[in-house]
């Protein structure tokens, strides 16, 4: 076969494991016009159908499939291969962030970064996805949430999540100030953590977890839309609600907090450890930190007091 379609297989590799033509063209820098334009033009070359495509992303065929199965391995080779021999641009830092934290916690504070480390160029990837460092190798760090136990990488804690039960105001004016009725008298929204939070927060400070809950959500991010649009109130986690709150979109019906059982971390690959972009983003990072502690204090239930930044 001449000319074989090479310069197309990264993206057909891309397009298949994020499932997702958009979110495959960004990992490439590439429109997602000319992803598409590379994977028509591929199935041509090779007379076959390798992507289904619908409305809600792409998915392989069996031929897809087995071409995935055959380069995929190799593909990741050479990168690793490739890896000591690329220039690493210690000015540029890759970082990749979901969108609620980029947008309630990070930008607000980036211009202070750029101040103190006006030599690096700082690239932000906001996607809920979890990063491949072995695959995304233009990514040096992220800021995730969770327990801290991801395998492979290093986890550096930097703060604790912090829950409060949030409504609308609109609910607020139909159901009465709060501390007016109990809060399991109120349509409670069920949360997506499986270790039940609600039953937690009932049990550290009083009340009966309700027999059912009015709906439940399988992630957060709907949930707090629920809660916005005046459907129940959301045990919400503060940190991504803090533009809700801050906008009134949101209030909070208790001064008490429940930590949540997971956190903040900083993680980044073992390739990674001594990049100058990550360590003096890990810097600032915990002076940020210390200064949302100092600004914060201590309210109720040893959580951050309210008006402080969680």
């Known amino acids: 076969m001449s000319r074989l379609p090479l310069h197309a297989l990264p993206g057909f590799i891309a397009a298949a494991r994020h499932g997702n033509l958009s979110r495959a063209a960004e990992s490439l820098h590439l429109t997602v016009s000319a992803l598409s334009h590379q994977m028509r033009a591929l199935e041509e070359r090779l007379g076959r159908q390798l992507l289904h495509r619908s409305q809600r992303g792409v998915s392989l065929t069996a031929e897809g499939q087995t071409l995935l199965d055959r380069i995929a391995p190799h593909m990741d080779a050479l990168a690793q291969a490739l890896q000591p021999f690329s220039a690493r641009r210690e000015n540029v830092l890759g970082v990749s962030v979901t969108p609620t934290m980029a947008s309630a916690w990070l930008v607000p504070r980036l211009g202070d970064f750029l101040a103190a480390y006006p030599q690096i160029e700082i690239n932000?990837?906001?996607?809920?996805?979890?990063?491949?460092?072995?695959?995304?190798?233009?990514?040096?760090?992220?800021?995730?949430?969770?327990?801290?136990?991801?395998?492979?990488?290093?986890?550096?804690?930097?703060?604790?999540?912090w829950l409060a039960p949030v409504a609308s105001p609109g609910l607020v004016e139909r159901m009465g100030p709060p501390?007016?009725?109990?809060?399991?008298?109120?349509?409670?929204?069920?949360d997506p953590d499986p270790d039940n939070q609600w039953r937690h927060w009932f049990?550290?400070?009083?009340?009966?977890?309700?027999?059912?809950?009015?709906?439940?959500?399988?992630?957060?991010?709907?949930?707090?839309r629920a809660a916005v649009e005046g459907v129940g109130v959301a045990l919400g986690r503060l940190t991504r609600l803090r533009l809700l709150l801050d906008s009134g979109q949101l209030v909070t019906l208790s001064q008490e907090r429940l930590k949540a059982n997971y956190a903040h971390y900083l993680v980044y690959p073992p390739r990674s450890s001594e990049h100058a972009g990550v360590l003096a983003f890990r810097d600032w990072l915990r002076t940020q930190v210390g200064k949302q502690a100092g600004d914060a204090g201590r309210g109720p239930s040893d959580a951050p007091a309210e008006g402080g930044v969680q």
């Open 124 to 161: 932000l990837r906001s996607s809920a996805n979890l990063v491949d460092f072995a695959r995304d190798t233009d990514i040096d760090a992220a800021l995730r949430i969770g327990r801290g136990l991801w395998p492979g990488v290093h986890a550096e804690h930097l703060f604790d999540e």
């Open 179 to 190: 501390g007016t009725r109990p809060l399991e008298a109120w349509p409670l929204l069920g």
């Open 203 to 224: 049990q550290r400070h009083g009340g009966r977890e309700p027999a059912r809950y009015v709906a439940t959500f399988d992630d957060s991010e709907t949930l707090h």
